[in-house]
């Protein structure tokens, strides 16, 4: 019998650290933040990871093995469940700032680990039932657009100049927030507008899914007023803001400085290993299940988590995803480590393949 989702159950390592920070209180409240961006940070550091690969006869079994799925499942029920003891414990009467802010922030670790980054994995699966969890998921994070986005246009155009989740060179994090997160959003309405458009149908049809999400999103926050109180919404609205942060931050350590070359000044040529930042380091991976394999996942964007590869040719983060969104928050030092990277690789056979 194979067990190898069992190291996958580390994962569930975090829904205990974020409920710890939720309902004990007290400096607890910041449990979260020290075991995602200190404590893993910190262990990483000593950590390189493994670069195997599974065989073909390897893949084709744990591609079909139900037990990964049902890993990624579970997460949708498990991030409902926290959100509502989030919106419970936040609303307390007499709760000090601090504590609401830390509160806050294990909720918001919470919509960027499990709320979207798990989205993300079912939302490139092809069954209705898998991108409904999607954006379920997504909802608790009010980025629905994301499904959007995310598989009809990064895919397209990521590591471009027309990709608003493509980090540019010498582009900080927080220029990138402002241009991903409107422009991403903007995107998903164009994008949709234009395949309405296909089927003769006007942008307010509620065939269109942008408008469908939004009235779902502002649905849920008048509930969330009307049950738990305004200051409660606005602390949902600041942990999913947190949430969506955190996604846009693991965007921009991704594919930052990486660009695809045209093809007779016209066309973008086809996206490679070369195109994404890679990680291998152990506790990122199964904490983001194999979300750090980002090289393969951009090359077949439809292979499950699980069977995720390695390649050689491939640019490798000098440390693991939470150290490197750490480092990303201070541009001195991330363009000194980064851009002392880039040209490293580009001395490389695979990175002398870059625009």
Known sequence: MNFRFLKYMSA????????VSITVGGPWVFFAVFYAFMLIPFLELFMQGSDENYSKSEEEVLKKDFKFDLLVWMIVPVQWIMMFVFLTHVGRAGLPLWERIG????????????????????????????????KVLLLTSLYMHFFIE????????????????SSRRGETVYAFWIRSVTTS???????????????????????????????????????????????????????????????????YIEHYGLRRKKIDGEYYEKVMPVHSWN????????MLFELTRHSDHHYMASRKYQVLRHFDQSPQMPTGYPGMMVLSLFPPLWFKVMHTHIEKYKATEGGAALA
Request: glycine letters at 6%; aromatic letters at 12%.
């Open 279 to 286: 990680s291998d380091h152990p506790i990122g991976r199964l």
């Open 103 to 134: 509160l806050i922030s294990a909720f918001g670790i919470s919509c960027g680990v499990f709320g979207i980054n798990v989205a993300h994995e079912l939302g490139h699966r092809n069954t209705w039932y898998e991108q409904y969890l999607s």
């Open 12 to 19: 569930f390592l975090s829904v205990v650290v974020i409920l």
């Open 150 to 165: 995310h598989n009809r246009g990064h895919h397209k155009n990521v590591s471009t100049d027309e990709d608003p989740a």
């Open 185 to 251: 959003w903007t995107d998903a309405w164009k994008l949709e507008n234009d395949r309405l458009a296909k089927l003769s149908l006007p942008w307010y049809s509620f065939r269109n899914e942008m408008l469908i999400y939004q009235i779902i999103q502002i649905t849920m926050l008048v509930l969330i007023a009307v049950f738990f109180g305004w200051k409660v919404m606005l602390a949902f609205i600041a942990a999913a803001t947190v949430g969506f942060l955190l996604l846009e931050t693991v965007n």
